[in-house]
């Protein structure tokens, strides 16, 4: 049986620069994006091409923290796609974080609201889309 190395994260400042970007770029005034750390993490068994980690109340308090989140790209699948991809990924990560920034994630699935998760993803890559184009 092999045995799995174990994942090793490193900071990912190339990825915080995108974010800020992007933010910045959609007006995504909500996001405080000193609050924002990104890590690139190789060796992981996940299928996900990035994942958005949140500081919740509990360790809020623990640590006395202000809300904050992490958005870790997984080399090995993230690296691979194109640039306007990867955006979309990034952009996927930013939809969860709710617009109180809590440190609380909003799920895929979304019973109460006007729209759900995908529609949220959906709008923020229009508006990505619109703002790229020459």
């Given at each position: 049986m092999k045995r799995s190395s174990r994942v090793d994260w490193q900071k990912a400042p190339d990825i915080k620069i995108r974010i800020i970007q992007i933010v910045n770029s959609l007006k995504i005034d909500w996001v405080d994006t000193s609050r924002i750390y990104c890590f690139r993490s190789n060796n992981s068994q996940s299928r996900a091409?990035?994942?958005?980690?949140?500081?919740?109340?509990?360790?809020?308090?623990?640590?006395?923290?202000?809300?904050?989140?992490?958005?870790?790209?997984?080399?090995?699948?993230?690296?691979?796609l194109g640039r306007l991809e990867q955006d979309k990924v990034l952009l996927h990560e930013l939809a969860h974080i709710p617009r109180n920034f809590s440190g609380s994630l909003l799920p895929h699935v979304r019973k109460r609201g006007k729209r759900n998760f995908d529609d949220r993803v959906r709008l923020l890559v229009g508006l990505y889309r619109r703002r790229i184009k020459p």
């Open positions: 091409y990035a994942r958005i980690w949140g500081l919740s109340k509990i360790w809020q308090l623990a640590l006395s923290e202000k809300p904050g989140y992490i958005i870790e790209v997984l080399s090995e699948r993230f690296d691979k």
